[in-house]
């Protein structure tokens, strides 16, 4: 065999693995997302008020926050690929659970056990691409890994709703879990083995945690993942609502706002990928950034609005959002050394996620339901959103690479 051979052979196998790990983020996200746009009927069928629909998308975040910052003792000491599939495994089992909860309580039971499995699978997904992908395309392959988003948008999000209108709230977790055991399958097979990076003792996990969180990059690092996550929850968990109860959207269109913002991001993830990669991703993220605010403030206070402006304003918020991830994920994946980049994809994980859940918890204590129906409070969880993203700005600069 040719060394173009060698070569060819090499990129399709890489590429077949980034697509097995997309599926991984793909159900992954869609299992989170797919909660947000059943607000409303939660609402109804449950009887229950904005704030505690707040807490069970936050009792997701929350548990895989800690369990994200549990696992970061021990990632590096075993074979990356044996983890994603015993976590993802439980996370199937876990969106099981979800599809057979009989009420809040035990929904809520489901919904920590997918997060604790489902959150560190994401981190392990991350320091797969970190280990396995050259930081020179790192951007790209950080790019095509979250088109899941777009594509749960795109095609879960809307599928989901309809399943739901149909057959009832469950009905899209048995789906997502039926597609669980079919990845399973996939990444058993395109993603390689990868050695362990630590030896095994519970000292040297002590030591290798210590040295990941005394780092000063790495703090940085850790309290960028913190606004920005924070920024999208304030404002995410709620839209939905806000849509259909303050800006007269009709309930049948909601799938229309994720399959217009999940189609273009589709096109643009990987198009800020390359250019972030062409350009510098600080100057990359920090553009996105500053477009995303002004779009964060016109969702947060829309008043009465045709259809049309709706989608054309949450496609573009959508579009912000979820390409800001993608130069700060190549930036975030080069900050740290390879020896530790499991433990601190990780513990990164774990920031993501308790942030998120804070700032879930936090959008549900500013939001409520007023006597004529509308979410008031909305607006103030736009505001802190938009002062979010202006640290982000400030912080990017101060996160500095390290020899790959």
Same mark, same amino acid.
């Given at each position: ?9 090499? #990129? ?31 609402? #109804?069928?449950?009887?229950? @008020?904005?704030?505690?629909? *707040? ?16 696992? %970061? ?7 990356? /690929? #044996? ?9 199937? &089992? *876990?969106? !099981? ?25 994401? @981190? ?5 691409? %970190? ?23 795109? !095609? ?11 057959? %009832? ?38 030591? =290798?945690?210590?040295?990941?969180? =005394? ?14 996550? %924070?920024?999208?929850? +304030? ?7 806000? !849509? ?16 217009? *913002? *999940?189609? $273009? ?15 510098? /991703? ?10 995303? $605010? ?17 989608? $054309? ?40 996620? &308790? ?13 409520? #339901? ?23 700005? +400030? &912080? ?9």
């Amino acid at each position: 065999m040719t060394d173009s051979d060698n070569d060819r052979a090499g #990129r399709f196998a890489e590429r077949a693995m980034l697509l097995g790990l997309a599926a991984v983020q793909f159900t992954h996200i869609l299992d989170f997302m797919i909660m947000m746009p059943l607000g409303p009927k939660f609402m #109804r069928e449950f009887g229950i @008020s904005p704030e505690r629909f *707040g807490v069970l998308l936050a009792s997701y975040s929350f548990s895989a926050g800690i369990a994200g910052f549990l696992a %970061g003792f021990y990632l590096d000491r075993f074979e990356r /690929r #044996r983890v994603l599939v015993t976590l993802y495994a439980g996370f199937t &089992l *876990g969106t !099981l659970g979800c599809a057979l909860a009989g009420g809040y309580w035990s929904l809520m039971a489901a919904r920590v056990v997918a997060g604790a499995f489902g959150g560190v699978a994401g @981190s392990v997904v991350l320091a797969i691409v %970190g280990d396995a992908v050259a930081a020179e395309r790192r951007g790209r392959a950080m790019g095509l890994i979250m088109t899941a988003f777009s594509l749960a948008s795109v !095609l879960g999000m809307p599928v989901g709703l309809s399943l739901a209108d149909r057959f %009832g709230w469950n009905a899209p977790f048995f789906v997502l879990a039926a597609c669980g055991l079919a990845v399973l399958a996939v990444i058993s097979r395109v993603v390689p083995v990868m050695p362990a990076h630590a030896a095994h003792s519970a000292q040297g996990a002590l030591k =290798r945690m210590g040295a990941i969180l =005394r780092e000063p990059n790495h703090r940085r690092a850790f309290a960028l993942m913190a606004v920005v996550t %924070g920024a999208g929850a +304030l404002i995410y968990p709620f839209m939905s609502p806000s !849509l259909v109860f303050n800006a007269g959207l009709p309930e049948d269109r909601l799938a229309l706002v994720y399959l217009c *913002g *999940g189609a $273009a991001t589709i096109v643009t993830s990987n198009f800020f990928g390359r250019l972030s990669d062409r350009l510098g /991703r600080v100057r990359v993220f920090s553009a996105i950034v500053l477009m995303s $605010a002004p779009l964060t403030l016109g969702v947060t206070h829309l008043p009465p609005t045709p259809v049309w402006a709706i989608l $054309a304003l949450t496609t573009c918020f959508v579009v912000s959002t979820a390409g800001r991830m993608v130069p700060m994920m190549a930036i975030l994946s080069t900050s740290v050394e390879p020896r530790h980049r499991g433990g601190f994809m990780s513990v990164n994980s774990a920031v993501q996620q &308790l942030s998120g859940g804070l700032a879930t918890a936090l959008a549900g204590a500013l939001v409520s #339901r007023g006597e004529s129906g509308r979410l008031e409070g909305y607006g103030y969880a736009g505001w802190l959103s938009v002062a979010c993203v202006a640290l982000s700005v +400030l &912080l990017v600069r101060r996160v500095r690479p390290v020899a790959q």
